[in-house]
């Protein structure tokens, strides 16, 4: 009796899938004609345009009544976005390599899987694609929510003139693997990344206190460590045990289920304004008592909300000292331009890092 009613909901699902591809296929035929007519433009400039995705998005999660949720419509609609970018140009991504780490994820997550990906030796080394126009963009780690700001990312965003172009946030979860089945018990070594170690150190503590704990330079080199040496679990991320064919043990081991990274875009590209923005600044003051209070108060005057602050000596010069902030709007927006201005009255060097959509 089920089956007889089940039979015609897969019917009508079957209509329905085959009226999405249809659409789908419109899509892209649609946005091949885009990417002809830019073409004749300027063929030089890449078409990822973040701000028109993001408002593609947003438009979109606005419309959706359920029963899937936001972040799901979204996925969805990201590799669709992905696929048709696709037909409109080939996007090579640079990011912190090796394959099947947490930074192949967020290129994935921004990007879509449709996206090629360059895996790099360095933070640095991402930033060099990008600079010599290797790649038309790349996506760095910047912060963590429980190990703090990427010091590399940081003194790369102060020595080169790229510009931020987007950022992302990508939940991190750590999974115990490794590459042959055995008792856990048994485990003799784990292996991997130190922030991974640290950030799972209580799980381990309590799960497995003999073991040996190995650092390696990334969660992928130790998903290889296990394939090599016996007794060996790993702690990666869940696209590494597929890369990499692992047996996993134990999911989302992690100290803190609220752990994320935020990963920043990289490019050469001006992003236009959107109703949600975010503003990175480089703000160099001399090294002086009450030099933060004094860059602070035009934010606080038109009350633009800041959204990070990182404080660090100038590496150019010993008297003067660099703030990293994050400011909601955009550069372009009156307010912003008002406190701009107010900065650089103050004796401030003030450098735009880049506006682009907040996902914050």
């Given at each position: 009796?089920?089956?007889n009613k089940?039979?015609?909901i897969?019917?009508?699902?079957d209509?329905?899938?085959?009226q999405?591809l249809k659409?789908?296929?419109k899509?892209?035929?649609?946005a091949?004609?885009i990417?002809?007519l830019k073409?004749?433009i300027?063929?030089s400039?890449?078409?990822y345009k973040p701000?028109?995705?993001a408002?593609?998005?947003r438009g979109i999660a606005?419309?959706?009544?359920g029963p899937i949720?936001?972040n799901?419509?979204?996925?969805?609609?990201?590799?669709i976005i992905s696929s048709c970018l696709s037909?409109?140009?080939?996007m090579?991504i640079?990011f912190?390599?090796?394959?099947?780490?947490?930074?192949?994820?967020?290129?994935?997550?921004?990007f879509g899987?449709?996206?090629l990906?360059?895996?790099?030796?360095?933070i640095?080394?991402v930033?060099h694609?990008?600079?010599?126009?290797s790649?038309?963009?790349?996506?760095?780690?910047?912060?963590n929510?429980?190990?703090?700001?990427?010091n590399a990312?940081l003194n790369?965003?102060a020595?080169?003139d790229?510009?931020?172009?987007g950022e992302?946030?990508?939940p991190?979860?750590?999974?115990?693997?490794?590459?042959k089945?055995?008792k856990?018990?048994?485990?003799?070594?784990?292996?991997s990344?130190?922030?991974a170690l640290?950030?799972?150190?209580?799980w381990l503590d309590a799960?497995?206190?003999?073991?040996?704990r190995e650092i390696t330079?990334?969660?992928?080199e130790a998903?290889?460590?296990?394939?090599t040496?016996q007794k060996?679990?790993?702690?990666v991320?869940?696209l590494?045990i597929?890369?990499?064919?692992?047996?996993?043990?134990?999911k989302n081991i992690e100290?803190?289920?609220?752990?994320?990274?935020?990963?920043?875009?990289?490019?050469?590209?001006?992003?236009g304004?959107t109703?949600k923005d975010?503003t990175?600044?480089l703000?160099?003051?001399?090294n002086k008592?009450?030099?933060?209070?004094?860059?602070?108060?035009?934010?606080?005057k038109?009350?633009?909300n800041?959204e990070r602050i990182?404080?660090?000596p100038?590496?150019e010069?010993k008297?003067?000292h660099n703030?990293?902030?994050?400011?909601?709007?955009h550069h372009?927006?009156?307010?912003?331009?008002q406190?701009?201005v107010?900065?650089?009255?103050?004796?401030a060097?003030?450098?735009?890092?880049?506006?682009?959509p907040?996902?914050s």
């Amino acid at each position: 009796m089920s089956n007889n009613k089940i039979k015609p909901i897969r019917q009508k699902i079957d209509a329905l899938d085959h009226q999405i591809l249809k659409l789908i296929q419109k899509r892209g035929s649609l946005a091949q004609k885009i990417g002809d007519l830019k073409g004749l433009i300027d063929s030089s400039k890449s078409f990822y345009k973040p701000d028109r995705e993001a408002e593609i998005l947003r438009g979109i999660a606005k419309l959706n009544e359920g029963p899937i949720p936001d972040n799901k419509i979204k996925y969805i609609f990201k590799e669709i976005i992905s696929s048709c970018l696709s037909l409109e140009e080939e996007m090579t991504i640079a990011f912190l390599g090796p394959e099947g780490t947490h930074s192949e994820g967020a290129v994935i997550q921004k990007f879509g899987s449709s996206s090629l990906r360059s895996p790099r030796a360095t933070i640095e080394d991402v930033f060099h694609q990008v600079r010599t126009g290797s790649v038309k963009f790349g996506i760095v780690p910047v912060e963590n929510s429980s190990e703090g700001v990427v010091n590399a990312t940081l003194n790369s965003l102060a020595d080169e003139d790229i510009k931020i172009c987007g950022e992302t946030y990508l939940p991190i979860h750590h999974q115990l693997a490794s590459a042959k089945k055995f008792k856990l018990a048994d485990a003799q070594v784990i292996a991997s990344h130190p922030q991974a170690l640290g950030q799972c150190s209580k799980w381990l503590d309590a799960n497995l206190p003999n073991a040996k704990r190995e650092i390696t330079s990334s969660t992928a080199e130790a998903a290889k460590l296990s394939k090599t040496q016996q007794k060996t679990l790993c702690i990666v991320s869940s696209l590494a045990i597929k890369k990499y064919k692992l047996h996993p043990y134990q999911k989302n081991i992690e100290d803190f289920s609220n752990n994320n990274t935020r990963f920043l875009v990289i490019g050469n590209i001006d992003i236009g304004q959107t109703k949600k923005d975010k503003t990175s600044l480089l703000i160099q003051t001399d090294n002086k008592p009450g030099a933060l209070i004094k860059i602070l108060e035009p934010f606080n005057k038109r009350k633009i909300n800041l959204e990070r602050i990182e404080t660090r000596p100038s590496r150019e010069s010993k008297n003067a000292h660099n703030f990293f902030i994050d400011s909601s709007g955009h550069h372009m927006d009156a307010k912003l331009k008002q406190v701009i201005v107010s900065l650089k009255a103050l004796g401030a060097s003030v450098r735009i890092l880049g506006s682009y959509p907040s996902e914050s």
